[in-house]
């Protein structure tokens, strides 16, 4: 268990639609990350928050946003949903957002099928 | 600018032989590196990491790996493969400071009995 936990761990949805999934770090890290693994992708940077600033953007496309909150938690809203965004959301955190100290500690993962 | 290249998608071994899982880096500074663990349908697990002390770093599950400068690799090893180790492998690079944290594109090991 890395103490990242995310919720729900599945989801089901039509198209269209528009979902939101959480994240909280393990306790006194500070650097969340968010991840979309799909079989064609594999795995991709979505996003970076460090005490609730964005850090850093990957391969987020506009119809998905972020945000990280006071306590440290963190959602990933997705929107207009379409079937390619069907994949594995992995949200991980770290203590710093890079160098010494940046290793990520992974959550199980949210997997998203859009229908 | 960093960025990370993992230079087999698969690599095959028979169980009780030697693993050999290889990762070229660049980076402007001097960076950390990391090496994750995923099996299937799990999340990734970190299995060490290099953090400019030691240049040999040993990692879980009798894994370690070298930082090469000179050569700009950080490879994976294994003396003896086991059945578990099947997984996908990621080498992973980070600069100092507020960088973001670059992934290689995964090794997927396979064990063959």
């Known amino acids: 268990d890395s103490g990242v936990t995310q919720t729900p761990k599945h989801l089901i949805t039509a198209t269209g639609q528009r979902v939101t999934l959480r994240c909280s770090p393990r306790s006194g890290d500070l650097s969340v990350y968010w991840y979309q693994q799909s079989l064609d992708q594999g795995l991709q940077f979505l996003i970076q928050y460090y005490n609730g600033e964005e850090r850093a953007k990957g391969n987020i496309l506009e119809r998905f946003s972020a945000q990280q909150f006071p306590d440290l938690h963190s959602e990933l809203n997705l929107s207009s949903l379409e079937l390619g965004d069907s994949a594995l959301y992995f949200c991980?955190?770290?203590?710093?957002?890079?160098?010494?100290?940046?290793?990520?500690?992974f959550g199980p993962g949210t997997r998203l099928t859009v229908t | 600018a960093q960025s990370v290249t993992q230079l087999d998608s698969h690599v095959s071994v028979s169980e009780g032989t030697p693993v050999l899982l290889r990762c070229n880096y660049s980076?402007?500074?001097?960076?950390?590196l990391f090496w994750y663990v995923q099996h299937p349908n799990k999340g990734l697990q970190l299995l060490l990491k290099?953090?400019?002390?030691?240049?040999l770093v040993k990692g879980i599950n009798g894994f370690e790996a070298e930082f090469k400068k000179s050569e700009t690799s950080f490879h994976l090893t294994k003396p003896s493969a086991h059945m578990s180790d099947a997984a996908e492998y990621f080498c992973v690079v980070s600069e100092g400071g507020y960088q973001k944290v670059t992934f290689g594109i995964g090794t997927k090991l396979q064990v063959i009995p």
């Open positions: 290099y953090t400019s002390a030691a240049t």
């Open positions: 991980a955190s770290s203590v710093l957002p890079g160098g010494q100290g940046s290793e990520q500690y």
């Open positions: 980076s402007s500074y001097s960076p950390s």
